[in-house]
């Protein structure tokens, strides 16, 4: 009888404890989509706030509309004045990163393989006696992403490419130029066996 106590009150406790940490996270959601600069569609999932950075506990301008999902272990970096707009029907499938300091844009439909991650910036590098990469000058150029674009797993794509409607990118590849609508864009890799 003390073990069966025991054990619900063990369990009424855990319950407290985890309805307190939901509530707290639910606390932080609506703090943060209440600010001004944040206009995230209600069907949002996950309704998470840690999945949303900045600087100094500061965001730019982040829009979301409708139907966008992430699935586990993705981040969103947008820098003060940055703006990252994401359309209807988009989907981030695991460890996808936006890293945001100017302005990325993604169409309505787009789906993202796991690890995709997206950088609108470069450090800054000062070429002098020496070669030096600064920690917190950077060069930035807007990304745009079309309608209906599927960007297959570990895709990286930098600062300055638009990439059109219709376009699918295949995995693994790094993405430093822009990308005409209807086109699909891949790696030659040349696999070379031999036998030991």
């Known amino acids: 009888m003390f ?3 025991k054990n619900n009150i063990a369990q009424k406790i855990i319950t407290l404890v985890e309805n ?3 509530r707290k996270k639910q606390e932080k959601w609506n703090i943060f989509i209440s600010r001004p600069n944040i206009n995230i569609h209600p069907s949002f999932s996950p309704k998470d706030a840690d999945i949303f950075k900045g600087e100094n506990n500061q965001t730019g301008h982040i829009t979301i509309s ?3 999902l992430l699935r586990e272990y993705c ?4 820098f003060p004045n940055a703006e990252l707009r994401i359309g209807k029907g988009v989907f981030f499938n695991n460890y996808c990163s ?3 300091l100017d302005k990325i844009e993604i169409g309505n439909d787009t789906i993202f393989g796991e690890g995709v991650r997206l950088y609108d910036h470069n450090h800054l590098i000062e070429k002098g006696k020496k070669l030096f990469v600064e920690k917190e000058k950077y060069m930035t150029s807007p990304i745009k992403i079309g309608k209906n674009c599927w960007i297959g797993s570990n895709t990286v794509i930098l600062k300055g490419v638009t ?5 699918i990118i295949g ?3 790094v993405i430093h130029k822009s990308v005409p609508e209807n086109t699909i864009m891949k790696n030659s890799q040349n696999l070379i066996s031999q036998t030991l």
């Open 3 to 5: 073990t069966k106590l």
């Open 20 to 22: 307190n940490d939901k």
């Open 66 to 68: 409708e139907n966008f």
């Open 75 to 78: 981040n969103i970096l947008v």
């Open 98 to 100: 936006i890293n945001c």
């Open 163 to 167: 990439i059109g409607d219709n376009s």
């Open 171 to 173: 995995a693994g590849c």
